[in-house]
């Protein structure tokens, strides 16, 4: 059994969508950040840098498995399921692993620190909203344009790749529209249409 340790943030769901994906059966265990669950000795037992998500594997490789991080949780999940989210054509996949890596890492934080300065910082610092807000139109612009004439980031079907961007503009998907980008919205809007993503958006 898959238990996934979880809250109602970009990284949560994304890791939520693809445990969706593989539709094996899980317990989802809410972690309440705001009041501050992460920090308990529970639940540090499973993530010693207190992040979440994190998926327990009771039937991982030689015995039960912590995996935090979510793309890790990921790949663990698209390789246990042999799951066409990772392309088999070689170069299609090395492809993939850049878009990967350009959605949970460079496209992610900097949408993090837009999130941050925007909505979360109990400071207002007009140079940061201002810096963060250039640089993530900046990345939804070179978004859209990987998009154009595409269905999916790489290949002719869905990877990974789109599920590290999709949480990501969900989350912000009221402040940096989708709309404003015709294919991102295209693209938003195929993804979203998903009933394992669908799953992965009710309420808890
Ligand atoms: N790179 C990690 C980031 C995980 C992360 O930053 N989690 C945040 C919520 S989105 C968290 O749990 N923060 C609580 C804390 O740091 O105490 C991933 O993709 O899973």
Sequence with gaps: MLDLYFWTTNNGFRARTMVEETGLPY????????????????????????????????????????????????????????????????????????????????FCMVVAQYGHFHFRSPEDVPGAKKFFETYARDMYGVINERLAGRDYFVGDQISLADFAHYADVRMYKDSLKPEDYPNIHKWYERISARPAVQRAYEPI
């Design 27 to 106: 317990n989802l265990h809410p972690v309440a950040l705001p009041k501050k669950e992460q920090l308990s000795d529970d639940f540090k037992k499973l993530h010693i840098g207190h992040k979440i998500p994190v998926l327990v594997d009771d039937e991982g490789p030689g015995g039960p498995i912590n995996i935090p991080e979510s793309p890790a949780i990921l790949r663990y999940l698209a390789i246990k399921t042999k799951s066409p989210l990772i392309p088999a054509d070689a170069r299609t996949r090395v492809e993939m692993e850049s878009w990967f890596s350009y959605g949970v890492s460079t």
